[in-house]
T-cell receptor, first 111, second 111 residues
Framework: GENVEQHPSTLSVQEGDSAVIKCTYS??????FPWYKQELGKRPQLIIDIRSNVGEKKDQRIAVTLNKTAKHFSLHITETQPEDSAVYFC??????????FGAGTRLFVKA | ETGVTQTPRHLVMGMTNKKSLKCEQH?????MYWYKQSAKKPLELMFV???????ENNSVPSRFSPECPNSSHLFLHLHTLQPEDSALYLCASSPQGNEQFFGPGTRLTVL
């Protein structure tokens, strides 16, 4: 069946460095790719998303890139801060009601 | 608060008990979801309702039974659960199946 692979599972960076998380999806019909951040003990919240007709999207320190040919997309966080420490989930949607999530990346930002 | 609430926040039950989880949203969304979140595993989509009709059921065991009486409320009825069903159960809603707004979750422990 369809799946989304996410790497790495754990990422540790120094404050101020950049962090990159990558996801690969299998369903070529996927057309919407959100990224969620889940802080410890809290609910997942959308931080950025991208649609299949766009190659890159940026929002302040966060950017997402999409390569539809290779079926992968990435989250880039620049100038990381301790409050960026959380679990990040990517997801791929084929239809309005079918969402497949990656396994998550636990990001640690060391001060 | 994102406008999606869940009760109870914590639940401990025996394998022979029957309990229900409740989710409520007043965001005017027309789709609602149940997810299971276990440690170190991807978010697992259990059920999706659109306009109060179930449109997706990912082969969830029959000991989980969803109910959507109206567009603002979603229930998950539990009976004869197993210890491996212990997890965080997240409810989400969505306006058009894109960005999902999550509730705080119910932490379920099955003894």
């Amino acid at each position: 069946g369809e799946n989304v692979e996410q790497h790495p599972s754990t990422l540790s960076v120094q404050e101020g460095d950049s962090a990159v998380i990558k996801c690969t999806y299998s369903d070529s019909a996927s057309n919407y790719f959100p990224w969620y951040k889940q802080e410890l003990g809290k609910r997942p919240q959308l931080i950025i998303d991208i649609r299949s007709n766009v190659g890159e999207k940026k929002d302040q320190r966060i950017a997402v890139t999409l390569n539809k040919t290779a079926k992968h997309f990435s989250l880039h966080i620049t100038e990381t801060q301790p409050e960026d420490s959380a679990v990040y989930f990517c997801a791929a949607l084929r239809s309005v009601f079918k969402t497949i999530f990656g396994a998550g990346t636990r990001l640690f930002v060391k001060a | 608060e994102t406008g999606v609430t869940q009760t109870p926040r914590h639940l401990v039950m025996g394998m022979t008990n029957k309990k229900s989880l409740k989710c409520e949203q007043h965001l005017g969304h027309n789709a609602m979801y149940w997810y299971k979140q276990s440690a170190k595993k991807p978010l697992e989509l259990m059920f999706v309702y659109s306009l109060e009709e179930r449109v997706e059921n990912n082969s969830v065991p029959s000991r989980f039974s969803p109910e959507c009486p109206n567009s603002s409320h979603l229930f998950l009825h539990l009976h004869t659960l197993q210890p491996e069903d212990s997890a965080l159960y997240l409810c989400a809603s969505s306006p058009q199946g894109n960005e999902q707004f999550f509730g705080p979750g119910t932490r379920l422990t099955v003894l």
